[in-house]
């Protein structure tokens, strides 16, 4: 069964801090890599979505994936309370139109 | 605004009782999704639809079916609800032309008493 694996945090930074989320997979055949963001009591919304290894910005996020460790991050630079959420990494397989999501990790940025 | 909508959004129903979901997209896309979310789980795949009358299991399907009579709604039924059943329920969508990301309706809540 594939497996996403995330730490559930909660990961604490202070306000204009980096905070960096990290996501292994078991699955070496995976190609698609999706970020989301959930704030509590809405839904996931996509932030950024990764398929080649290195580095891939967008504004204040950068998504890293590394595909021989089977690992992909997400960087937020200068991070704002309104960051405060539960980030969510989610992967799919060569062909496959499902997606499978890790746990989450919650984000909490102190003031 | 991917024009995705549930109903109801909230329901509280008794262990026994059969349940309908329902999910209404506006843009035609061929892929519809139900997930549910439960604390220490995160999000999981129920079942899942790429076309009229297409569907197919996910990881969590017992106790679970669904119909896709046309291609704008995406039905889930509990035939008899079960209290671990009581959770959030996500539709998405994965639009067509894109490169495989989902995008989530707001979510319905079930509560089996």
Known sequence: ?111 | DAGITQSPRHKVTETGTPVTLRCHQTENHRYMYWYRQDPGHGLRLIHYSYGVKDTDKGEVSDGYSVSRSKTEDFLLTLESATSSQTSVYFCAIRASGTDGELFFGEGSRLTVL
């Open chain 1, 1 to 111: 069964q594939k497996e996403v694996e995330q730490n559930s945090g909660p990961l604490s930074v202070p306000e204009g801090a980096i905070a960096s989320l990290n996501c292994t997979y078991s699955d070496r055949g995976s190609q698609s890599f999706f970020w989301y963001r959930q704030y509590s009591g809405k839904s996931p919304e996509l932030i950024m979505f990764i398929y080649s290894n290195g580095d891939k910005e967008d504004g204040r996020f950068t998504a890293q994936l590394n595909k021989a460790s089977q690992y992909v991050s997400l960087l937020i630079r200068d991070s704002q309370p309104s960051d405060s959420a539960t980030y969510l990494c989610a992967v799919s397989g060569a062909g496959s139109y499902q997606l499978t999501f890790g746990k989450g990790t919650k984000l909490s940025v102190i003031p």
